[in-house]
């Protein structure tokens, strides 16, 4: 059975909000919940950017979903301080804590100070920071020396269970790549044929475990309304990579942004006020294999749109 869950936009809401967001996701029926972890915000309009670990273990103590988070290890985060961070969560929260791990975008990485790698660098490191974390994972003393460097780490708090590492992709390439390494496959929404396309490139090449899908919403009580919220709150994020990966502030954003259209904005977001819609959308994306899905109304006020969807999407998706 597909699981449906919420997801957590640390871009667009203070985390204060954000826990309320989830706390209230799961009494109205949301299974699961993931979030984002940015230093950054796509738009000034979006305005927050809260640190996204130390809010995940107010999120699960504070609820009884599992959680996941889609982060980026080899430049902002050592691979280490990540195998320790999801060691944490996973020690004190058992099975309810997975980590998909991606190359990151500038807007997030460039505060270090070093130079933004080449994507296929940027692909080489991550293999390298999850050879790492997973040894740590295990329980093994870590040195390495490559495009990341380790001296003699070692976890000192682990879980008794291994959790969860997923691979994050938006392309059939990554998604063949991930096959090699990850437990499993996120990606974000997009035409069904290109996710099939994504979806089958990991499974072709072997790639195990469950596919995961966050669906980029909006939703409102006319459709005016949600695709307003759509375009004020998320016009600069229609663009493909390599523009996302590689502009470094949000103020890049708005600019490359500023003729984007609202009808631009309803070709990667699902907008409409008619919840039977949105049903139908998820029935699809479950039907090309897609095993957790979760739900991101790209406004900054999803109380609204929790129990909405609480009370007449989930009932539904669920039969």
């Known amino acids: 059975m597909t699981v449906y869950g919420i997801h957590a936009s640390h871009e ?13 996701a799961e009494e109205a029926g949301f299974a699961a919940a993931m979030s984002s972890d940015h230093f950054s915000p796509w738009s000034s309009r979006q305005g927050h950017s809260g640190f996204a670990w130390s809010w995940l273990g107010a999120a699960l103590q504070a609820t009884t979903l599992p959680f996941g988070v889609v982060t980026a290890p080899g430049q902002r985060y050592h691979p280490a301080i990540t195998a320790q961070a999801i060691s944490t969560l996973a020690a004190m929260y058992p099975g309810r804590f997975w980590a998909a791990l991606g190359t990151g975008e500038a807007s997030n990485e460039h505060i270090t100070g070093d130079g933004w790698p080449r994507k296929d660098v940027r692909n080489a490191r991550l293999r390298e920071c999850v050879d790492v974390i997973r040894a740590l994972l295990q329980g093994d003393e870590v040195s390495h020396d490559g495009l990341v460097r380790v001296d003699r780490a ?3 708090t682990r879980p008794q269970e291994v959790p969860l ?15 090699e390494w990850a437990d499993g496959l996120i990606t974000v929404s997009a035409p069904p044929d290109r996710l ?14 469950k596919l995961h899908l966050q669906v980029h919403l909006s939703w409102a009580q006319d459709d005016d309304t949600a695709l307003r ?23 890049h954003f708005d600019v490359v942004a500023e003729r984007v259209t609202p009808e631009q904005v ?15 959308n998820l029935h699809t994306y479950a039907s090309l294999g897609f095993e957790e899905i979760y739900l991101h109304h790209v406004g900054q006020d999803l109380i609204p749109f929790v129990d909405a969807f609480g009370e007449h999407v989930l009932p539904e998706v669920a039969r």
């Open 12 to 24: 667009q809401l203070h985390p204060t909000d954000l826990l309320t967001a989830v706390r209230r």
């Open 154 to 156: 070692r976890l000192w």
């Open 165 to 179: 590492l997923i691979g994050a992709a938006v392309s059939p390439q990554t998604a063949r790549w991930c096959a």
């Open 196 to 209: 099939r396309e994504v979806a089958d490139a990991y499974r072709d090449a072997g790639g195990r475990g």
């Open 229 to 251: 919220i759509a375009h004020e709150q998320w016009r600069t994020n229609v663009f493909r990579p390599p523009v996302c990966w590689d502009l470094e502030l949000a103020e």
């Open 266 to 280: 309803a070709e990667v977001v699902n907008v409409s006020s008619d919840l039977k819609w949105h049903v139908e």
